[in-house]
């Protein structure tokens, strides 16, 4: 077994139970979190902000009934870092590029999720073509049947009248002074 050794504090957050661990970790490894905890907590000296039980308790965690969209990106992500360079789902594209696509995908997710009135003024919507899109992978057994399923998210996401495809792009357009601050905060 591997051993783990800590040398500074480490904090553990343990999500309520309506709320997913997966749908957690689209929301905390969002762009508005990190806007959020930006604007919010103090700097390590680092640059970077720290996550301290004060600053996190602080976070608008979002909760919704329609969570199962993010938790299968999240799997597929977590299954795509799992896989590493073991295994390639797609033989012209590295795994990290999926990483990155999917990432980018479940930040705008939750950005509709946050920004809901905005999006809908727009007529920008992901949630609701992720339902659609994303197929579980939990229940398949083998390493092989989740692989094809990710690839087919992948090749559906690259068709150019992909509606997740299309609004991403859109997003940065259309809601340009909500989603831009977001992304661009360092």
Not at 134 to 140: D, K, M, N, S, V
Not at 150 to 164: F, M, S, V
């Amino acid at each position: 077994t591997e051993e783990i050794y800590l040398l500074n504090s480490a904090y553990f957050l343990i999500p309520p139970k309506n709320i997913a661990s997966e749908f957690l970790l689209a929301i905390l490894n969002s762009s508005i979190m990190h806007y959020i905890l930006h604007v919010i907590a103090e700097s390590s000296g680092t640059g970077t902000a720290r996550w301290i039980n004060n600053n996190v308790k602080e976070f608008p965690i979002q909760n919704t009934k329609r969570q199962d969209s993010f938790r299968e990106i999240v799997r597929y992500v977590e299954f795509i870092n799992y896989l590493n360079k073991l295994s390639i789902i797609n033989p012209h594209v590295p795994n990290s590029h999926l990483v990155q696509l999917f990432e980018e995908v479940i930040d705008a997710m939750v950005m509709e999720l946050y920004f809901e009135e905005d999006f809908r003024k727009a007529s920008i919507e992901f949630i609701k073509y992720a339902e659609r899109d994303f197929a579980p992978i939990e229940h398949l057994k083998t390493e092989k049947e989740k692989i094809e399923v990710i690839h087919q998210a992948y090749q559906t996401l690259r068709q150019k009248d992909n509606e997740i495809r299309n609004n991403l792009k859109l997003m940065d357009i259309k809601l340009a002074d909500i989603v831009m601050p977001i992304k661009t905060a360092k």
